[in-house]
Nanobody, 120 residues
Framework: LDIMEYGGGSVQPGESLRLSCTVS????????IGWFRQVPGKERERVSC???????NYALSVKGRFTISRHDDANTAYLQMDNLKTEDTAIYYC???????????????WGRGMQVTVSS
């Protein structure tokens, strides 16, 4: 499974970004998807996840601001990030776990990551 992430960049506080995670090699429908982020020197944090069945979960720090979705017919999952804050600055990763109907506790496949910077 190959994972490609798109949509990172630099924005100001209060603005929005939409991250995309496109898989190839196997259908997205086979996988639960997780979005993670990491700041250098800190532990990786799971931001959100969506199972094969569509159930979602969010970190408390992003609940109400971020929305995860999946479009299996396009083999793409999204993370809509609204009202971004400076503390959302991190490298964001998409990960996939096969055959997980709900959010997975671990993920076998990872994208390369992309920088999201929120700064005034």
């Amino acid at each position: 499974l190959d994972i490609m992430e798109y949509g990172g960049g630099s924005v100001q506080p209060g603005e929005s970004l939409r991250l995309s995670c496109t898989v190839s090699g196997y259908p997205l429908a086979n996988y639960a998807i997780g979005w993670f982020r990491q700041v250098p020197g800190k532990e990786r944090e799971r931001v959100s996840c969506i199972g094969r069945g569509g159930g979602t979960n969010y970190a408390l720090s992003v609940k109400g601001r971020f929305t995860i979705s999946r479009h299996d017919d396009a083999n793409t999952a999204y993370l809509q990030m609204d009202n971004l804050k400076t503390e959302d600055t991190a490298i964001y990763y998409c990960a996939a776990e096969p055959w997980a109907d709900s959010c997975a506790s671990s993920y076998d496949y990872w994208g390369r990551g992309m920088q999201v910077t929120v700064s005034s």
